[in-house]
């Protein structure tokens, strides 16, 4: 079973992951590009994965969480964001949460390994995912305005 509390600690501080994310966004030589999305818009998104982490690791499906990415990659695509931007966009939305969870004093303990590794596993399959489906979409974008 996963670390719940820690999944609830993200969960209940997602305005200030949130927040702290775009920060980074706008101070990362890697993601320039994604000033080219509105901040409102990128804020929402930020805070839809980290206020609903529960439902994306425990309960969405598979089409579900490559529907949602392939139309972040093609938005991405229409806004005009380099796709490097676009993955560093999203290894910095999943470093960021580490980070916090660091910060909290959460993940130097042994207490409850294997609740927190199966945490880090199931969190590093569902961002490996959400990136390659957003280069999915974003790569199907880039194609059909080339068509």
Request: proline share 2%.
């Amino acid at each position: 079973m996963i670390a719940l509390r820690l999944v609830h600690l993200i969960e209940n501080h997602s305005d200030e992951l949130a927040a702290g994310l775009l920060k980074k966004f706008r101070t990362s030589p890697h993601t320039r590009d994604l000033q080219k999305v509105p901040a409102g818009e990128l804020r929402d998104r930020s805070y839809e994965i980290y206020r609903n982490l529960s439902d994306w690791l425990l309960h969405t499906k598979e089409e579900e969480l490559e529907r949602c990415y392939v139309k972040v990659g093609a938005r991405r695509a229409s806004q005009g964001v380099a796709l490097s931007d676009l993955c560093w966009g999203i290894v910095l939305t999943k470093e960021h949460l580490w980070s916090f969870l660091q910060e909290q004093g959460y993940l130097n303990s042994p207490v409850e390994i294997f609740g927190e590794l199966e945490l880090l596993r199931l969190l590093d399959q569902f961002f490996d995912k959400a990136l390659c489906y957003a280069t999915v979409g974003y790569e199907q974008a880039r194609m059909a305005k080339v068509a």
